[in-house]
């Protein structure tokens, strides 16, 4: 159940039984093959799949986040860490002020992660409010699953290769995985990374990913629990 499908009555019906909203964190940003916006695609549909089962309410999706790092590639479109850290903070008041108190933030990615130290400054801030932070590719279940077949997660690889998330055919080889030191540029980024993808599988079976995206989900429903 999204916002897109309500209107403002329906939401105040749904306070009166119930104070947890998803939020979902995405970006848009070079993803190799696979869409620009896959880390704002896969963290939806767990959302709308933890929805499905419990009645949780879905906000909008936040498209955006922290891709400094990936600026020269098209099709990028990124902000300031200060800036994003207070749009999200600026949405939790927005939730928080006419009934929402159980937070849960379904991030796809991994720069978005300053707003986690946000939202701990926000639950001390304000009376009663609770937050969780998941990071789906990062959580202990999903990794289980990753080494069960003896695979890494990298950037734009395997892990995220979904049919929903695929705009073009994939390699069917595999990528040496690469690494950089420092804090090189934008530029120098895509010289190192070439197509984008950081190193491993561009895909593998997908009974593989749908056993990560139903371990991503456990994770979500306990949480939900908010215990």
């Known amino acids: 159940m999204r916002f897109d499908e309500l209107n403002w009555m329906d939401v105040e019906e749904y306070l009166k ?3 947890r909203l998803i939020f979902v964190l995405g970006a848009t940003e070079q993803h190799g093959y696979l ?3 896959t880390d704002t695609k896969i963290p939806l549909a767990l959302a709308d799949a933890a929805s499905a089962q419990t009645g949780v309410l879905v906000a909008p999706p936040f498209p955006y ?8 590639y098209p099709g990028t479109l990124s902000l300031r860490l200060t800036v994003y850290v207070e749009v999200i903070a600026d ?7 006419y009934g929402f108190r159980r937070l849960l933030f379904i991030n796809g990615h991994g720069g978005n992660d300053p707003a986690r130290g ?5 639950v001390n ?3 009663g409010l609770r937050a969780a932070f998941y990071s789906w590719w990062n959580s202990h279940s999903v990794t289980a699953v990753a080494q ?13 290769a979904y049919p929903f998330t695929r705009v073009t055919d994939l390699p069917e080889e595999p990528k040496l995985p690469v690494s950089y030191q420092g804090q090189p540029d934008a530029k120098r980024i895509r010289e190192i990374f070439g197509d984008g993808v950081f190193g491993g599988p561009y895909q593998v079976d997908p009974a593989i990913n749908q056993e990560v995206f139903t371990a991503a989900l456990e994770d979500i429903l306990h949480l939900l629990l908010f215990q």
Request: no cysteine; hydrophobic share 35%.
């Open 17 to 19: 039984q119930d104070d």
């Open 35 to 37: 869409s620009l916006t």
């Open 65 to 72: 986040g922290i891709s400094p790092y990936f600026g020269a």
């Open 91 to 97: 949405l939790v008041r927005s939730v928080y002020g």
């Open 118 to 122: 946000r939202l701990n400054e926000l």
């Open 125 to 127: 801030e304000l009376p």
């Open 148 to 160: 069960k077949y003896d695979l890494k997660s990298y950037h734009a690889g395997w892990i995220e």
